[in-house]
């Protein structure tokens, strides 16, 4: 069975500091995933995807994340966070030929404080 | 932005009532995606369509059922409302292949069953 785990529920971090938000999938098959962002009172927003081909992907709002199939991680990064940041943070995992059927991580709040 | 509309946005009913989530979409997009959002559970999978009249389940699909009678519109139904379906529900959509696309979220409906 697929499964995703955020490994951490809640990131509190300083202005202009570096954060990683960690992602951890299982599958035994080729798999594609995603990063999203929810601001507080909104529908879910693309970050980044990674498809296939080279391994860092870069997205939107100066993020960041990598692929590691043997460590089976997808790991996203920013080097300088901004108090517009703050939101909660979803990685998705998808298989192909599911009919694009997603499994979401629990989900990460990221808290910028100044 | 993606055209997807979500009706109500908000909703209060008692256990024990029917009650039927809207989402309509402009971008006729053939998939479309029902989830529910709890805290430490991120995002998990209703029911989904992969086109008019085709509806299959996702991974807690009990208590609910779907309908799907023009590319815009997809209807969640809860045809006994219980407080364990108290949550915030999301409908995506994805373009025509499904396969590694990205989903685009409305802006959810947050339901309450007291």
């Known amino acids: 069975a697929q499964s995703v785990t955020q490994l951490d529920s809640q990131v509190p971090v300083f202005e202009e500091a570096p954060v990683e938000l960690r992602c951890n999938y299982s599958?035994?098959?080729?798999?594609?995933l995603f990063w999203y962002v929810q601001y507080p009172n909104q529908g879910l927003q693309l970050l980044l995807k990674?498809?296939?081909?080279?391994?860092l992907v870069k997205g939107i709002n100066g993020f960041e994340a990598e692929f590691n199939k043997s460590q089976t991680s997808f790991h996203l990064r920013k080097p300088s966070v901004h108090i517009s940041d703050t939101a909660e943070y979803f990685c998705?995992?998808?298989?192909?030929?599911?009919?694009?059927?997603?499994?979401f991580g629990q989900g990460t709040e990221l808290s910028v404080k100044p | 932005d993606a055209g997807i509309t979500q009706s109500p946005r908000h909703k209060v009913t008692e256990t024990g009532t029917p009650v039927t989530l809207r989402c309509h979409q402009t971008?006729?997009?053939?998939?479309m995606y029902w989830y529910r959002q709890d805290p430490g559970h991120g995002l998990r999978l209703i029911h989904y369509?992969?086109?008019?009249?085709?509806?299959d389940k996702g991974e807690v699909s009990d208590g609910y059922s779907v309908s799907r009678s023009k590319t815009e519109d997809f209807l969640l139904t809860l045809e006994s409302a219980t407080s364990s379906q108290t949550s915030v529900y999301f409908c995506?959509?994805?373009?025509?292949?499904?396969?590694?696309?990205?989903?685009?979220f409305g802006p959810g409906t947050r339901l309450t069953v007291l």
């Open positions: 369509s992969y086109g008019v009249k085709d509806t």
């Open positions: 599958s035994s098959v080729s798999v594609y």
């Open positions: 971008e006729n997009h053939r998939y």
């Open positions: 998705a995992v998808g298989r192909y030929n599911q009919g694009g059927k997603l499994i």
């Open positions: 995506a959509i994805s373009e025509s292949s499904g396969n590694h696309n990205e989903q685009f």
């Open positions: 990674y498809l296939s081909g080279s391994t």
